[in-house]
């Protein structure tokens, strides 16, 4: 368990630096909540993918969703306008996040190795968090009304609704048509969003334990059956 704990501070400290250089940046504000799950999204892939045991890789992106989660409860301490409350919240969204990211990188190493499967995963994952600025122009109501739910930085915004509408914010507000000429309500909770991202995870999660059982059993029938020395 020791090395478990050692092979996560890497990566903890990794997150929690970068997260705290956002934080110096745009403050307790909405930005510092979407650039942590962005962090997330680019760095759980390799540090997951490079670790051959499940449990290491799994210690890996968990250092890295709770140093940026360390940093948004220190932030919340620190501000006014974010309460605990909603700051478990918004790392409930980032650990769904995070663990359906680390499932999706270890499921693809399989076929792809380490190196491949790290990046295929932050390309989908930037394309899934970037999807209101590139896409909007071609999305219908249908679509919206299906992505929105489910989008992290959605989930939130609802969490944080007193720091502002995301795509009210003056940028956004330039590079979307979201609640402009294409209508968008905010999702009412962080469950569709979470329960979405846990049964990605789930789902790729379960042949990567069973192929581990599996091979742990095989290696202690031979290791019976081996004569004694």
């Given at each position: 368990m020791r090395k478990l704990f050692i092979i996560a501070m890497p990566p903890f400290l990794l997150a929690a630096l970068a997260t705290t250089l956002g934080c110096?940046?745009?403050?307790?504000?909405?930005?510092?909540?979407?650039?942590?799950?962005?962090?997330a999204a680019i760095v759980i892939p390799?540090?997951?993918?490079?670790?051959?045991?499940?449990?290491?890789?799994?210690?890996?992106?968990?250092?890295?969703?709770?140093?940026?989660?360390?940093?948004?409860?220190?932030?919340?301490l620190l501000s006014s306008d974010i309460t605990f409350v909603r700051w478990f919240q918004a790392y409930i969204v980032l650990l769904a996040c995070g663990s359906a990211s680390w499932a999706t990188t270890l499921t693809l190493r399989r076929a792809t190795g380490p190196t491949a499967a790290?990046?295929?995963?932050?390309?989908?994952?930037?394309?899934?968090?970037?999807?209101?600025?590139?896409?909007?122009?071609?999305?219908?109501?249908?679509?919206?009304?299906?992505?929105?739910?489910?989008?992290?930085?959605?989930a939130l915004n609802r969490v944080f609704i007193d720091l502002g509408v995301w795509t009210q914010q003056r940028l956004m507000y330039r590079l979307t048509s979201l609640g402009q000429d294409v209508p968008l309500s905010l999702p009412a909770t962080i469950l569709p969003c979470v329960m979405f991202h846990l049964v990605i995870a789930s789902v790729l999660a379960l042949p990567l334990w069973?192929?581990?059982?599996?091979?742990?059993?095989?290696?202690?029938?031979?290791?019976?059956?081996?004569?004694?020395s």
């Open positions: 110096l940046a745009v403050g307790a504000t909405l930005g510092l909540f979407f650039a942590g799950v962005m962090i390799p540090l997951a993918s490079w670790r051959q045991d499940l449990p290491e890789s799994i210690f890996a992106a968990g250092g890295v969703i709770d140093g940026i989660g360390v940093v948004w409860l220190v932030a919340a790290a990046a295929i995963v932050v390309m989908i994952e930037s394309l899934w968090l970037t999807w209101p600025i590139y896409a909007s122009p071609w999305i219908s109501r249908g679509p919206v009304a299906l992505l929105a739910p489910v989008d992290p930085l959605f069973w192929s581990r059982a599996r091979r742990a059993a095989s290696k202690a029938h031979q290791t019976e059956a081996s004569p004694a």
